[in-house]
């Protein structure tokens, strides 16, 4: 097994099962390489983050790959995904073997930061703040609103424990709406 000094070693046998069980139902049309590098400092633990140490810019290598561009067969596909991720250890470890203000993916087109989204997005986030707080003031002074959220509680806890969650409740309602999908599964198993 290749050592790697930024990538993690990527998850073959499920991306191999993905993409196959994917191809059966006609749910993939491309599979996106997505590379991630920090210029300025990579955060690797939650206590810099706590603290503020964010990195001031965060650049993306993406690249799509039809998938009629991936192999048909499992050891195609095993290869293939293993040599993207050489591509992608290769790639960073030229991205960081850079100057930090100089560091840039090749070959790609950078954006400028857009100003008006930023400030956007901090308004969302001090009105989602704003709604915490109304949140917690009408959990502590209204017993209508104590009885509504304890029984959505009630609620979730019970689709949890019955279900394993909100998503595979929606899964089993999806399942028994449209039946006809789901040749391939029994076929499968």
């Not at 502590?140 to 806890?157: A, D, E, M, N, Q």
């Not at 949890?160 to 039946?179: D, F, I, N, Q, S």
Request: with cysteine; aromatic share 16%; hydrophobic share 40%.
């Amino acid at each position: 097994m290749p050592k790697y000094d930024f990538v993690l070693h990527p998850r073959v046998k499920g991306f191999v099962w993905y993409v196959q069980t994917l191809r059966q139902v006609g749910g993939i049309q491309a599979v996106h390489d997505i590379t991630v590098g920090y210029p300025d400092d990579i955060v690797c633990n939650e206590r810099k983050v706590v603290l503020g140490h964010l990195p001031g810019q965060v650049h993306f290598h993406i690249k799509r790959y039809s998938i009629d561009q991936l192999p048909l067969d499992d050891k195609g596909l095993e290869d293939w995904i293993r040599t993207r991720w050489q591509e992608k250890e290769d790639r960073l470890h030229k991205f960081y073997s850079q100057e930090h203000s100089k560091r840039l993916f090749d070959g790609c087109q950078y954006r400028q930061p857009n100003f008006f989204r930023a400030g956007v997005l901090w308004l969302v986030l001090f009105m989602w703040c704003i709604a915490a707080c109304w949140f917690i003031k009408l959990i502590l002074i209204s017993w209508p609103f104590r009885i509504y959220c304890t029984l959505l509680s009630v609620f979730f806890v019970s689709v949890t424990v019955k279900y394993g969650g909100m998503g595979r409740l929606e899964m089993e309602v999806y399942e028994k709406l449209h039946k006809p999908a789901l040749k391939w599964a029994v076929k499968n198993n």
